[in-house]
Every structure is written in structure tokens, then in C-alpha cells.
T-cell receptor, first 116, second 115 residues
Framework: AQKITQTQPGMFVQEKEAVTLDCTYDTSDPSYGLFWYKQPSSGEMIFLIYQGSYDQQNATEGRYSLNFQKARKSANLVISASQLGDSAMYFCAMTDPSGGYNKLIFGAGTRLAVHP | DTAVSQTPKYLVTQMGNDKSIKCEQNLGHDTMYWYKQDSKKFLKIMFSYNNKELIINETVPNRFSPKSPDKAHLNLHINSLELGDSAVYFC??????????????FGEGSRLTVL
């Protein structure tokens, strides 16, 4: 069965520095998608970045990049030049095609605090 | 325009009551979901509908009954509420299939508190 693991319950970073949030996954399916979502204190879920299992290059979206290491089954999120507004919960998720339809399963999340 | 909207945003009720949460999406998506986020922030899928048809039911107690009158709406009715039902319930929608189109678009969440 698919599984997503985020081992860092909390992370601290200084404003303007880069930070890496870890995510490992387990699947026997060769085709899958990996997502990162941000949940600020206001509670909404915000899509950040997507990586497909067959994508040759690491995904990037502005200050977000995904360090995809397929052999190690890791999909770490890198946030460059951290801003105070980046303080939030961050969830790694992957597609689970069981039952013939996709659903997303989520990791436990990492709470990021950006300090001035 | 809100893409995925849920009502109510906050719901406080007594144990044993029955309550409903409504969800509507205007994105033209075929697939809608209910996720539950517990007090530890863990997000878990409950149900999914594709074009009004139930396609995922993740061993949720049958006190929870989803209903999809059309593909733009997915409501969640909960009977005989229990303390453990206190959580934030998120509605979401997506296009079917893999790839970036599998991205979930979430509503703002409905915080249910059972006293």
C-alpha cells in the first residue's frame, strides 16, 4: 500500500535562508504523482508543486523546488529565500490509484516557522 | 469567485445530533472528495464521487453519508455525532486521471466541534 512519511514535525529557518522539508514515500506502482501543499494558520490548503514519477527534471515553481530522488523514493521540498509568510504546515502527498481512481494520500505534515 | 465552497465554516453541536456540511465547486471537475483533518493535522480521505457515483469509501462509519445531487455538489451528512467526529472536514475536487490534473482543489474547510 502507498505510504507517505514526513519525519520532521517542526522546522525553524531564518528569514531569507533556504530550507528543505523531507518527504519519503513507498509505492509499488510505477506511475504516480507527488504533491506539496501549504496550510497557513488560516486553514486553507494551497497547492505548491507537482512532480510526476516519469518526469526527468525536478519540478520548480518560483521559490519552490522539488528534489526528486526516485531511487531513494524521496521528494523533498526546497524553499529558497524564506519569507515570514512561509510559516505554515506543509504536507507531502502522493496519488494512490487503488480502485481505479486517483486519490491523494497525505503525510503527517511539517510545521515550518520562519524567524526574522 | 470561490472555486470550492463549503458551508458552514464552523459548526458546534451536541453529541447525538445530526448535522450536514455542503460543498459546491464551480471548476467543472468530475471528481469530488471529503477529507477529514484530525486534531493532529492528519488528513485522511473519507469519500470520493465521480460524476455523482461513489467511487471511494474509506471504511468510514455508516453514520457518515455523502450525497452528490450533481457533479458540482457533494454534501456530507453525519448522524448521531460523537466526540471523535470533532475535526476539520475538507471538500475538494479534481479532474480525473494522473498528472498535474490530479491536483486537488480544496475548500476552506468546515470545523466541526462536538460537545
Amino acid at each position: 500500500a502507498q505510504k507517505i512519511t514526513q519525519t520532521q514535525p517542526g522546522m525553524f529557518v531564518q528569514e531569507k535562508e533556504a530550507v528543505t522539508l523531507d518527504c519519503t514515500y513507498d509505492t509499488s506502482d510505477p506511475s504516480y504523482g507527488l504533491f506539496w501543499y501549504k496550510q497557513p494558520s488560516s486553514g486553507e490548503m494551497i497547492f505548491l508543486i507537482y512532480q510526476g514519477s516519469y518526469d526527468q527534471q525536478n519540478a520548480t515553481e518560483g521559490r519552490y523546488s522539488l528534489n526528486f530522488q526516485k531511487a531513494r523514493k524521496s521528494a523533498n521540498l526546497v524553499i529558497s529565500a524564506s519569507q515570514l509568510g512561509d510559516s505554515a504546515m506543509y504536507f507531502c502527498a502522493m496519488t494512490d490509484p487503488s480502485g481505479g481512481y486517483n486519490k491523494l494520500i497525505f503525510g503527517a505534515g511539517t510545521r515550518l516557522a520562519v524567524h526574522p | 469567485d470561490t472555486a470550492v465552497s463549503q458551508t458552514p465554516k464552523y459548526l458546534v453541536t451536541q453529541m447525538g445530533n445530526d448535522k450536514s456540511i455542503k460543498c459546491e465547486q464551480n471548476l467543472g471537475h468530475d471528481t469530488m472528495y471529503w477529507y477529514k483533518q484530525d486534531s493532529k493535522k492528519f488528513l485522511k480521505i473519507m469519500f470520493s464521487y465521480n460524476n455523482k457515483e461513489l467511487i471511494i469509501n474509506e471504511t468510514v462509519p455508516n453514520r457518515f453519508s455523502p450525497k452528490s445531487p450533481d457533479k458540482a455538489h457533494l454534501n456530507l451528512h453525519i448522524n448521531s455525532l460523537e466526540l471523535g467526529d470533532s475535526a476539520v472536514y475538507f471538500c475538494a475536487s479534481s479532474h480525473p486521471g494522473t498528472g498535474p490534473t490530479g491536483e486537488l482543489f480544496f475548500g476552506e474547510g468546515s470545523r466541526l466541534t462536538v460537545l
